[in-house]
């Protein structure tokens, strides 16, 4: 089981392009995005603020709740009319009290495919302290991603939409 786990970890890394990142496996996509979201707001230095992407799936806009019991304050930054997250309006929302972004890698809903890379620059810029979620629930192996070149410090996916078992998901972190 454990050389089969080892097997399974290796893939998932390799075919995210992130041979530089660790993987946790867990029992959801969503328990994965939590995990992520949340578990990082809780090693947070103080209150800051986090913004996530207002056509987010439920699974990420439902850690709001957890998010403001620790004492974080939690925006969403807009979609333009075709689904895309409105750049502008996030460059704006971004300072340095931020310290996480969260933006789905492909709208489960329209399909709409969110610029991740431009979403990265833009928090390398604006807020280089901040950390960079994407749920790429609905995009893992669909959309080209190379994790350790991406920016992307934080890539949630599920296990059933790859034609894997239900009841798994995993985070990919950088180290």
Aim: glycine content about 12%.
């Amino acid at each position: 089981a454990e050389k089969k786990m080892t097997q399974a970890r290796r893939a998932l890394l390799e075919a995210a392009g992130a041979q530089s990142a660790e993987l946790t496996f867990t029992g959801s996509g969503s328990e994965a995005d939590s995990l992520a979201i949340v578990g990082s707001a809780e090693r947070f230095h103080g209150a800051r603020r986090v913004l996530i992407f207002g056509g987010e799936h439920p699974a990420v806009l439902n850690t709001r709740e957890q998010l403001e019991r620790l004492g974080h304050t939690v925006e969403t930054f807009p979609a333009r009319r075709d689904g895309v997250a409105d750049l502008e309006k996030l460059a704006a929302a971004l300072d340095e009290n931020v310290g996480l972004v969260s933006c789905m890698q492909v709208n489960n809903e329209t399909g709409a495919v969110q610029p991740v890379g431009e979403i990265a620059r833009l928090i390398r810029e604006k807020c280089p302290g901040a950390l960079f979620h994407v749920d790429g629930v609905q995009g893992f192996l669909r959309v080209p991603l190379a994790f350790d070149q991406s920016g992307i410090d934080l890539y949630t996916c599920s296990g059933h939409k790859i034609h894997g078992p239900k009841g798994i998901g995993a985070l990919i972190a950088r180290k």
